[in-house]
């Protein structure tokens, strides 16, 4: 058994709050991480309330994970102990069927496991990185290179693998038109991806205060969204939509926009359903759809490109000690443009 | 100016009455059409009841035109007079745009012309089928094989090419599974399609009643979509559903029979927007699309295919008089699969 510490939350309505618990043994193909940082992702709010209805505590949420190597199993051939790795969403999937061996594991036919919150093929609750340590096997684990701020690489393991790999499944690059719905932890990776391929890159945004912050990101372009004249300018001139907002909002304002055969991609899920006006699908043969994180050889292409081009997210770091304030601030979006935990605030408790 | 005579609404509440009218000289590019059959097309009922908002009267509906060539412009170089030709939903568009300059008129970015209700570029108000004649510029005339059944053809020009175009955009073929949902007019033609290019195809119908004639047109299966277990063993293995249904149903109850990637394509234009639930799209990266007809090029391939293969529509000939019943019969799907009026019957008033 492995000893580790992190924050839990008991039960949906309580804050999160330190805890000790054991992991499972290593086994011949883990990885044993001692995490380094842990990003905020929205979702981690919605599981420790128990938001989605499919919560198990004690939970120690935490998906956007780096760390260093602190013990192999006998048969792991690609880590070494010392190397920095990332972890993110999910920890396991099937690896049998269609979408597991075209390296697309986040699609698994037979189902993923997540990294915290589920139950493991041994049985076991998986528990996040909020906490010192993790073992994951090492299928499942990332390199990450030492050139990037291992801070800003935290959150590419969920907001920029979920950003990343519809752009290129939608094969978003020069000459393509290409809108960013949101500017938030995924909306601010999108945009730095879009303008990284070389797509026209327009953010929308509500708020007029976020323009300039937009624009030194990478937009070629900033629309509010709100403003119905400069929607309508808009109409029919873009390839691709990403779409990363999770609050409720119309989507029929926003297809209109897309050319013929074009694609909006919703990347949150929003509380809601939305209504689609299916005149604005069919009179353009536009396309609705969605995508979730990416494969793993996708995520370490998404690793190895970002150390490559010196792109990590925008970050504010705290300690530990601050994620129940973190996490009241993420719900008034008072964040640029994720936090991440400092694990080593851990060990000073 | 042309003498035509035909059937129109003089309002949205009044039956379709005989009616006699002017159409404009001939242009150079003109083809005049002595019209032989026309077929009775659910929008048609749509169109002269004012249910889509925008009706202009009088009105001659009917775009699933088959006639004779009787004159033709100077300009005309791909039609003589005598030859059997046929004319669809639009007559004109901008032939500018990148969607008239891909072949994909249906699209024009600058808007079409449709074959009856709308003003035409020379302000006139466009008339269509259930008449004796027409003259459209030849780029929107189709030639026709005369080894089909002249009636049977008619309802390709519009309930043929929205389903075959669909089909082939995304690449429906041998290997694929392919669902066609909804048994009617365009279903029984997309049924044909999807079976002629060698889908495994899958019928879908609320009717038990329908089963032995889907596995007659083409079905490989038929899955009652009222069979709550019957729905969930088709769960995630197909690569693409054309959805003709324009009364108000659920998609969510379809969309997870999609694979990882697959799409989901509704050709019918419900009264009442659907709800979509987003995790249906996002888990797996579905698509949920749209398409209307066809283009120019792709109406006469799909002809010139449907004549290679002895593709019609299955069709129920009616005399012009009984217009009005055909409509109310339409309204209670009681016609396999399309009233074609023979415009013959208009001669002996």
């Not at 701020?149 to 290409?178: E, F, M, N």
């Not at 300690?319 to 964040?335: C, G, T, Y």
Request: proline share 4%.
């Amino acid at each position: 058994m492995i000893q580790s510490r992190g924050y839990a939350a008991q039960q949906s309505t309580t804050p999160l709050a330190p805890f000790s618990f054991t992991r499972r043994d290593p086994k011949e193909r883990d990885v044993v991480v001692e995490i380094e940082y842990c990003g905020v992702c929205h979702s981690d709010i919605h599981s420790t309330r128990n938001e989605w209805g499919n919560a198990v505590y004690p939970m120690v949420p935490g998906h956007e994970i780096i760390g260093r190597v602190t013990a192999v199993g006998n048969e792991v051939s690609r880590f070494k102990v010392g190397e920095r790795v990332g972890v993110g969403v999910i920890i396991d999937s099937c690896r049998q069927c269609a979408s597991c061996k075209n390296n697309e594991e986040q699609y698994c036919e037979v189902g993923t496991t997540l990294t915290y919150g589920a139950p493991d093929k041994y049985g076991d609750l998986t528990q996040g990185g909020y906490s010192n340590n993790i073992l994951v096997d090492e299928h499942f684990v990332h390199s990450v290179s030492t050139k990037l701020d291992p801070a800003g690489v935290a959150p590419l393991l969920c907001a920029g693998i979920t950003t990343y790999s519809p752009l290129r499944h939608w094969q978003v690059g020069p000459g393509k038109k290409v809108g960013i719905v949101g500017l938030g932890g995924l909306g601010h990776m999108g945009l730095k991806f879009a303008h990284a391929f070389g797509a026209h890159t327009v953010q929308f945004t509500t708020s007029e205060s976020k323009v300039e912050d937009a624009k030194r990101l990478g937009a070629d372009e900033v629309v509010i969204s709100k403003d119905a004249d400069a929607m309508k300018k808009e109409a029919f001139s873009y390839d691709f939509i990403l779409d990363t907002v999770s609050a409720v909002h119309d989507l029929n304002a926003y297809l209109p926009l897309l050319k013929r055969d074009g694609v909006y991609c919703q990347v949150g899920l929003p509380d809601r359903p939305p209504v689609i006006n299916m005149g604005n699908l069919l009179f353009k043969r536009r396309a609705l759809s969605g995508s979730i994180i990416g494969g793993m050889a996708e995520t370490q292409e998404m690793l190895d490109y970002c150390a490559e081009k010196n792109i990590v997210s925008d970050v504010e770091v705290i300690p530990i000690q601050k994620v129940n304030e973190a996490f009241e601030r993420v719900l008034k979006s008072d964040v640029k443009y994720r936090f991440v935990i400092d694990m080593a605030s851990l060990i000073e408790q």
